[in-house]
């Protein structure tokens, strides 16, 4: 099935508990005050907590002035969220990766979270906005610190967020998927919303211009959430097409490299052109809002994610410059409207196996591929859409052959690097030593040790090279 209700991943979530998360997270906007809000639910089983943390910053805050505003992983915090093949950090949102550190060593936040933990209390962070990546941030460093063999364990606590910018790069998605971790993150995107692709712009793009737009998200300003404060936007097209037209060259080249096709143009253009390190990472809840039959599209791989993101906000036609444009701000202060109106309907369609959705819109009624497009033209998905979401799927399969296939010769090398250490002991007890025999190459055994030496070199280059291509 490519399409199915529910799914493992959302059954860790209940009507309920979104509601909850999702109106702790706009209540904590009128306290911008407080590092973050605690809620209890001792009536749950287990007890639950709710941490939600308010928004911060004005969008531009979150470039740190330079051109998308990353810097490396803190991995004394975050020991976890790096590329082991190449020991590389993972690259996160410095902004909100500083906004967390504060929390941390200023507020009484550990002390909540050590608690909780202790007590076995299933906790759930939670962040609308720019509180999202913090709520992102707080859930990691839990995992990592109470998650762990040696530490005192507990129950893996939850993170749902609502529009969350994105905040860290393909590296924090790969090492939250190989932690097992990936399936806690739970982050719903109504389908105009610009906040989730604001980060795929550079800094430079985001003019004076746009003040306007970044009063209506910067708790600081009296325009914050304000829906009546959109009126007073001149050009929130402009606004629109800038942010769009960068997420254009993003998901193009990343599209480019899923197909293992190189467009000779799209290189040279990102020699010159600064391309956003940010990626999509855990599920994400695409929330429509067709009339009252209005969807939850849920979907886990990040590649395909990252071109939905891009495809869901396109424009049908001209006609429609002015409606999305405005849509694309209008749905980032609405959620509690929005999501409340459509999750009674309790209407998830998981996209679990994307390799078989249809290339084409129309299909027969009442079959389960007619469920999965009416999922799809829901969110506006072309053809060119559904072969790029096609191709994410196969990069994964692709991925899980070649785990498969490296899993395969775990045995074969073994048994290899037990023969040479079985050669080093024997020759080591001799007069020349192993190393001088092995140099000089006399008899059969020392051909032999030479031979399964570059076999077992031969697995280990393909091995890097697939870590290093991102293929494992």
Not at 156 to 167: A, E, K, N, Y
Not at 341 to 352: A, I
Not at 412 to 438: I, P
Not at 462 to 471: A, P, T, Y
Request: charge should be neutral; glycine fraction near 6%.
């Amino acid at each position: 099935m490519a399409a199915s209700k529910g799914g493992s991943e959302i059954m860790k979530l209940s009507a309920d508990r979104i509601e909850k998360s999702l109106a702790a997270s706009l209540k904590v906007h009128k306290t911008p005050e407080k590092p973050y809000l605690l809620e209890k639910n001792s009536r749950s089983n287990p007890k639950e907590v709710i941490i939600s943390f308010p928004a911060s910053g004005a969008f531009k805050d979150w470039f740190s002035k330079t051109t998308f505003g990353e810097t490396e992983i803190d991995l004394k915090l975050f020991p976890s969220l790096r590329s082991i093949g190449n020991n590389i950090p993972a690259l996160v949102n410095k902004f909100f990766l500083q906004r967390f550190q504060e929390l941390l060593e200023k507020s009484s936040l550990k002390t909540e979270v050590d608690d909780a933990m202790n007590k076995k209390k299933q906790i759930v962070f939670a962040g609308h906005s720019s509180g999202g990546p913090v709520a992102i941030l707080a859930t990691l460093w839990t995992m990592e610190h109470y998650l762990t063999p040696k530490s005192r364990g507990g129950i893996h606590p939850l993170c749902i967020t609502f529009g969350s910018p994105l905040v860290g790069n393909h590296i924090f998605s790969h090492a939250t998927r190989r932690e097992n971790w990936s399936e806690y993150f739970f982050q719903f995107v109504l389908r105009y919303d610009i906040v989730p692709r604001i980060l795929l712009a550079p800094l430079s793009s985001l003019d004076q211009g746009f003040e306007a737009v970044s009063e209506i998200i910067d708790p600081k300003n009296r325009s914050f959430m304000s829906e009546s404060s959109l009126k007073r936007i001149a050009s929130p097209s402009v606004f629109y097409f800038e942010v769009m037209s960068n997420a254009a060259t993003v998901t193009r080249h990343a599209a480019c490299k899923l197909m293992g096709t190189t467009e000779a143009t799209l290189e040279t253009l990102a020699n010159f052109v600064p391309l956003s390190p940010y990626r999509p990472f855990g599920t994400y809840i695409f929330s429509t809002t067709s009339g009252n039959e209005g969807k939850q599209i849920v979907m886990k791989n990040p590649d395909a994610i990252l071109q939905v993101m891009f495809f869901s906000a396109q424009l049908s036609s001209e006609e429609e410059t002015a409606q999305v444009s405005f849509e694309s701000l209008r749905q980032h202060l609405t959620y509690g409207i929005e999501l409340q109106k459509n999750l009674g309907l309790q209407n998830f369609v998981l996209l679990d196996q994307l390799e078989k959705i249809p290339l084409s819109e129309h299909t027969t009624p009442g079959s389960d591929i007619a469920t999965i497009n009416i999922a799809l033209n829901d969110l506006g998905l072309s053809t060119r859409a559904r072969l790029c979401i096609q191709a994410a799927a196969a990069l994964e399969e692709r991925k899980r052959i070649n785990e498969k296939s490296i899993e395969g010769k775990k045995k074969f090398m073994e048994e290899k690097m037990n023969a040479l250490a079985s050669y080093r002991e024997t020759r080591g007890h001799q007069k020349k030593g192993y190393y001088d025999a092995f140099k000089d190459q006399l008899d059969a055994q020392d051909f032999h040790a030479n031979v399964w030496r570059l076999e077992l070199a031969g697995v280990w280059d393909e091995i890097i090279e697939k870590l290093l291509n991102d293929e494992l």
